[in-house]
């Protein structure tokens, strides 16, 4: 048995790590940058890189133990096939690792490696069904695509409806108001920041609009339910495939959930444990090559 274990959940937003020994005694844990292989392969993977360092620095445990390690890391978008065909070549030196996507991790971590599903709704979002042999998973092929229910795609929905409301096509509120003062009631302003903006950024607007919604803004209570619709359609495809518990994670998921309908409410179950108690799950009871 390997001395040491380490789990990394890397998503849009940051990248979490965590050391631990052979008993499963807490070393170190570390939060760094977005770590999406899909959108930013290089960067994700240096940031995984840079956290296991930090993680051994922070133990004041040498590189050297790296022999002595297993690293399993769930990353967003390491489900797309050419992506996963890519990742077989990195490797750190000396470190047996596996690189399996987030929402894996995230399953297996939510029901103590039990069968279940779990519906992430964060900055992207991604569903899985674990039977406690293989995976099912649907949706996370990223913001142009998929991502239904996500931070990212109800912030891109605010912010079109402000410009819509900014242009008089239909009346404004007092949520397109704020989001249009935002961007200085400018539409070249929006226009410029769409240029550079990551799924992070977009998703920064949805926690305003839930707010709007809570205060009775029409528009904002729109955005909402065209979320919360999305949402029941990812969650009632999750529920055809799994019998067993069914969690809902990530930053979306408690404003959500005020919004869903009862019978789905009744489905859901508290977690046991996080993406990173998943990884290090994985990291005990499977064997990895070199």
Known sequence: MMKYRIGIDGGGTHCRGRLVDDKGYCLAEFVGGSANVYTQYQSALDEVETVVAELFKL????CSEYVNSILVAGLAGANVPQVKARLE?????????????????AC??????NPGAVFICGTGSQGAVWD???????GGWGFMLSDLASGAELGK???????LA???IIPHSSATQQLMSEFKHSAE??????QRAQPRDWARYAKQIFEFAQHQDGHAQTLVKQCVADAELMIDALMDRCHNELTLLGGMAQPLKEWLPQRIVNRLSVAKGDALDGALYLARHYSFSE
């Open 189 to 194: 302003e929006m226009l410029l920041w769409t």
């Open 89 to 105: 070549s990195w490797k750190l030196p000396g470190l047996t690792h596996k690189i399996v996507s987030d929402v894996e991790t």
């Open 108 to 113: 297996i971590g939510a029901h103590a490696g």
């Open 132 to 138: 406690g042999e293989s995976f099912h998973l649907i």
């Open 59 to 62: 133990a004041n445990l040498p």
């Open 157 to 163: 929905n605010a912010l079109r409806m402000a410009l």
């Open 166 to 168: 900014h242009e008089g």
